[in-house]
């Protein structure tokens, strides 16, 4: 009997996991209504014409996040003419992080030139559902907000001009053939997502 009990425990356990996880290739994503640096609110409704979204887990202090800032940019130029749209997210609790406030996005937003809205996961709703873990945190959907690709951007943190295997691009260009990523999934580097303890 003690071993029943045991195994029960074990699924739901197992279960409560897998429910926490967030998303997984094939899920569809919950649609979300955030606060820009430009003030306005922006959802994914919003682009009735996206064939896809990049929706990047980001913020203004990590490290990591800062080295990519620029392949983000040019990410959004890139694929915006083909009909992606790049939503960049700041998951941190800005009480933990000062440098992670509004205001903070709000500048750094302006000296980097974003082209993309930056926007803000006020009250850290939206990350968990999404499953991300790490700025940068990657998730490709397409226009059905079926999540396609999660993960890193590249293979190479520190230099962009040595990355081997760009796994966005390689699972947008698989889109752009009418199939599904080859690659699906890889592992995000990046800082831990901050909250309240």
Same mark, same amino acid.
């Not at 939503?87 to 500048?107: G, H």
């Given at each position: 009997?003690?071993?029943?009990?045991?195994?029960?425990?074990?699924?739901?356990?197992?279960?409560?996991?897998?429910? #926490?996880?967030?998303?997984? %290739?094939?899920?569809?994503?919950?649609?979300?209504? #955030?606060?820009?640096?430009?003030?306005?609110?922006?959802?994914?409704?919003?682009?009735?014409?996206?064939?896809?979204?990049?929706?990047?887990?980001?913020?203004?202090?990590?490290?990591?996040?800062?080295?990519?800032?620029?392949?983000?940019?040019?990410?959004?130029?890139?694929?915006?003419?083909?009909?992606?749209?790049? #939503?960049?997210?700041?998951?941190?609790?800005?009480?933990?992080?000062?440098?992670?406030?509004?205001?903070?996005?709000?500048?750094?937003?302006?000296?980097?030139?974003?082209?993309?809205?930056?926007?803000?996961?006020?009250?850290?709703?939206?990350? %968990?559902?999404?499953?991300?873990?790490?700025? %940068?945190?990657?998730?490709?959907?397409?226009?059905?907000?079926?999540?396609?690709?999660?993960?890193?951007?590249?293979?190479?943190?520190?230099?962009?001009?040595?990355?081997?295997?760009?796994?966005?691009?390689?699972?947008?260009?698989? #889109?752009?053939?009418?199939?599904?990523?080859?690659?699906?999934?890889?592992?995000?580097?990046?800082?831990?997502?901050?909250?309240?303890?």
């Amino acid at each position: 009997m003690k071993k029943i009990g045991m195994i029960t425990f074990i699924m739901v356990m197992l279960m409560s996991f897998t429910t #926490l996880s967030g998303y997984q %290739p094939g899920d569809k994503a919950t649609d979300f209504k #955030l606060k820009s640096v430009d003030g306005k609110m922006y959802s994914m409704s919003d682009y009735k014409e996206a064939k896809g979204f990049i929706v990047v887990f980001t913020c203004n202090h990590c490290p990591f996040a800062v080295k990519y800032e620029d392949r983000v940019i040019e990410l959004a130029k890139k694929y915006q003419s083909k009909g992606y749209v790049l #939503l960049a997210i700041n998951p941190n609790d800005p009480t933990v992080v000062p440098d992670d406030s509004f205001e903070k996005m709000k500048e750094r937003a302006k000296e980097k030139g974003f082209t993309f809205p930056y926007l803000m996961d006020e009250g850290q709703k939206i990350f %968990p559902q999404y499953g991300a873990t790490k700025t %940068p945190h990657v998730f490709l959907l397409d226009k059905n907000l079926i999540v396609k690709y999660i993960g890193a951007i590249d293979d190479n943190v520190d230099d962009a001009a040595a990355v081997k295997v760009k796994y966005l691009e390689n699972a947008i260009a698989d #889109l752009e053939k009418g199939k599904d990523p080859t690659v699906a999934t890889t592992k995000a580097i990046g800082c831990s997502i901050k909250v309240k303890k």
